[in-house]
């Protein structure tokens, strides 16, 4: 069996959040995208009536996806890891033997996801995110596994059971 121990810091929770929100449903990208659109369109007005006001608000409004999440997200982030003490707790992630699934253990006990629970997966360099609901995810850290034992069989069995990830930015593939 294959396992990999870690524990999630506070720097991995706000991370990880961030992830999750690149890993949003098409509604919320789009979203983003005609914020940043919106915004590049009031400033090329503000350009043509040489209105600064106008360019000055654009670019404060097509950067809203980036300051929200920088600006209310990250310190809520770090606020919820605060009071969530399991997450502190040491945690397990293994490899079922027959391949059904993965088992995560922590403190809290232990749960056996099958690959037809995770409604879909997402990954950057540092993290892969697996999705049992919409909003709940689990958390697994790569630095977890530094001889590339577990991930990368993870992945292959992540992308044969539930397809390919929502959002990628993993540049070691």
């Known amino acids: 069996m294959s396992v990999i121990t870690y ?3 506070e720097d991995d929770y706000a991370t990880a959040q961030r992830l999750y929100a690149q890993c949003g449903n098409g509604a919320s990208r789009y979203a983003k995208y005609a914020l940043v659109v919106i915004g590049g369109l009031l400033f090329v007005m503000g350009l043509y009536l040489k209105h600064w006001g106008l360019m000055l608000g654009s670019i404060v409004y097509a950067a809203m996806p980036w300051w929200i999440g ?3 997200g990250e ?3 770090r606020r919820q890891y605060r009071r969530y003490p399991a997450m502190h707790a040491q945690q397990t992630l293994s490899l079922l033997d027959d391949e059904s699934g993965v088992r995560l253990t922590s403190s809290l006990g232990e749960s056996r996801v099958t690959w037809n629970l995770i409604i879909h997966w ?4 540092r993290y892969v995110l ?3 609901q919409p ?7 790569k630095r977890a596994d530094p001889e590339q034992q577990v ?4 992945h292959a069995l992540l992308r044969k059971h539930v397809g390919e990830p929502r ?3 993993n540049t070691q593939r």
């Open 7 to 9: 524990q999630i810091s």
């Open 70 to 72: 920088r600006l209310l």
């Open 75 to 77: 310190p809520l982030a």
């Open 122 to 125: 997402g990954e950057n360099d």
């Open 130 to 132: 697996l999705f049992l």
């Open 135 to 141: 909003r709940m995810y689990f958390i697994v850290p």
């Open 151 to 154: 991930i990368p069989r993870l």
């Open 167 to 169: 959002h990628s930015t």
